[in-house]
């Protein structure tokens, strides 16, 4: 259920009108909300209000099983400090999904397809495949393939 809303925006992007909110619910989990104006009124962006994948994501980050799965996610920039690992190049990526208070800091592997532009923008929802795989350090999260920026095409 619905508590509060924290923020709102507004604005119009290819003759769409587009809603965006950041609300409470009776949890007390914060969670974007995007609206689009079909001409008679606003319609909920399921695809952004809903999380996707093809594992639950916290029984996934917990295992770290090996099979490639995919995720609709927010991706965005690590601070330098946190992208150094010694043993593997980069570059890093932090990956951040709704159902997780902390995001989980990934490998963009080079035949990935990951060209995105943080110029303007903070974190960029996206579909993409994701795997852990086991190093001399341990597992970690790689971003393997991007499907698609955006949750919807």
């Not at 995001?103 to 110029?119: H, M, N, Q, W, Y």
Request: hydrophobic share 40%; charged share 25%; glycine share 8%.
């Amino acid at each position: 259920m619905l508590d509060e809303v924290l923020t709102a925006t507004l604005l119009e992007d290819q003759g769409r009108v587009l809603a965006f909110f950041e609300v409470r619910l009776s949890s007390g989990e914060r969670q974007p909300l995007a609206m689009i104006w079909d001409g008679e009124g606003f319609g909920l962006d399921w695809e952004s209000f809903t999380a996707y994948g093809t594992a639950d994501w916290i029984e996934w980050v917990e295992t770290q099983p090996t099979a490639t799965q995919t995720m609709r996610v927010y991706l965005s920039k690590v601070p330098n400090e946190l992208s150094r690992d010694d043993a593997v190049e980069g570059p890093w990526i932090s990956v951040e999904h709704r159902d997780s208070l902390q995001p989980v800091i990934a490998k963009v592997e080079s035949g990935s397809g990951c060209r995105l532009d943080f110029t303007a923008r903070q974190r960029i929802p996206v579909t993409a495949e994701f795997e852990f795989k086991k190093g001399n350090h341990g597992s970690r999260l790689h971003l393997t393939r991007m499907i698609h920026e955006g949750w919807s095409r």
